[in-house]
């Protein structure tokens, strides 16, 4: 699997490349789509997860859909910037997905406050949460905060 640092990141696409964010929870992954042309992010939807076999089946087909070149993933560290159990739950995930995935090009994106800012955009807690569409608008953000800084650095 190939972590990269953002730029590095960025810089190994190709021109115009489209790339999945993802907010890998213990129950859901929210999946947003995004690209280096449009540099707008766009939620999809919200992978109810099973297996790793069969969520990795689910983003593959997002994959060969909307020709994706390359991840950027949630990175959910603790407000102080320090690294929790959280942190190496979401690496382990990443890491086993990408075994069974055509690309592994991931770029890990902070996404403190994500959760809050999609209930707050959303405005129904219980019913966001419960349709699933809080963690496909926080990855949204986590993907949009990326093409964001991607943006700045390439004016």
Sequence with gaps: MQQQKSQNFWNSLPDGARVLGLDIGAKTIGVAVGGLATRMATGVLTISRTSIKQDAQHLERLIQDYEIKGFVIGWPINMDGSEGRRCQSVKDTVTE???????????????????????????????????????????????????????????
């Design 97 to 155: 997905l990408v075994k069974h995935l055509s690309i592994d090009n991931v770029l890990y994106q902070d996404e403190r406050l994500t959760t809050s800012e999609s209930y707050n955009f959303l405005d129904h807690k219980k019913n966001a949460k419960q349709s699933g569409a809080v963690d496909a608008v926080a990855a949204t953000l986590i993907l949009q905060a990326a093409l964001d800084e991607y943006a700045h650095h390439n004016a």
